[in-house]
């Protein structure tokens, strides 16, 4: 399993999916039951070969997406390349997590509101 992209369905901006890709039919078939379980299923099917499952971001689901890829700092890019999918906020500001769906990285960035 990899995530394929991270992206908004239609005109719902407050609801981001990981769209998951997965090699066989049965390992996609396992995690739409893992959620369904959680009621997070959104969508999935084949596409040329792969196997596709896209899931609604939870907080449960954005912690376990920053817990196992490697976050990395923003530093260059074009903004129409990263999505938001997830805002912690803390004591001096808000850490926001990103997907780029070009390089297929996970990357954050601390936005500082002041004193």
């Not at 995530?3 to 908004?8: A, E, G, L, P, T």
């Not at 609604?56 to 376990?64: G, K, L, P, R, S």
């Amino acid at each position: 399993m990899k995530v394929d992209k991270v992206y908004y369905f239609q005109d719902d901006t407050k609801n981001p999916i990981v769209l998951y890709e997965f090699d066989t039919n049965k390992e996609a078939l396992d995690f739409c039951n893992e959620c369904d379980k959680r009621h997070t299923r959104q969508t999935c099917f084949e596409s040329d070969g792969k196997y596709y499952v896209g899931e609604y971001i939870t907080d449960e689901v954005a912690q376990n997406l920053i817990a196992n890829h490697k976050q990395h700092d923003i530093t260059t890019g074009k903004w129409s390349d990263y999505i938001l999918f997830y805002v912690e906020q803390q004591a001096y500001g808000d850490m926001r997590y990103y997907f780029n769906n070009t390089t297929k990285q996970f990357y954050r960035e601390f936005y500082n509101i002041g004193d």
